[in-house]
């Protein structure tokens, strides 16, 4: 793919303070830039669109897409206190006449 470059403005100092401390984990910010750029892209862009660049560009099929999160399962209902446990509020079956 043909790569695009991009101008951003940002804080002297703060850029100079990013490239020492990444430099201390052997990283670059370039490297870092441009996989912050690819999550930006696959979390915004339709997975059909990304698809449909990916094959213009001649690299063959697409890779699996991969979920840009994972969902939490939703918590199961409190359990139902029944007649069993006369429920808080609702009285007893002693209290209901016959």
């Known amino acids: 793919m043909k790569k695009a470059t991009m101008t ?3 804080d ?3 850029l ?3 490239k020492m401390y990444l430099g201390q984990k052997g990283q670059q910010l370039e490297g870092e830039l441009a996989k ?3 999550t930006l892209y696959t979390r915004n862009v339709p997975a059909g669109v990304r698809e ?3 094959m213009r ?3 063959g099929p697409a890779p699996a897409p ?3 999160y994972k969902k939490k399962p939703d918590p199961s209902p409190p359990p139902y206190a029944g007649a069993a446990g006369g429920g808080q509020g609702m009285g007893s079956d002693a209290d209901v006449p016959l």
Do not use: M, Q, R, T
Request: glycine share 4%.
């Open 12 to 14: 002297e100092e703060k």
């Open 16 to 18: 100079n303070a990013l």
């Open 36 to 38: 912050a750029l690819d």
């Open 52 to 54: 449909f660049i990916h």
């Open 57 to 59: 560009s001649g690299a």
């Open 66 to 68: 991969k979920p840009a």
């Open 8 to 10: 951003v403005s940002f």
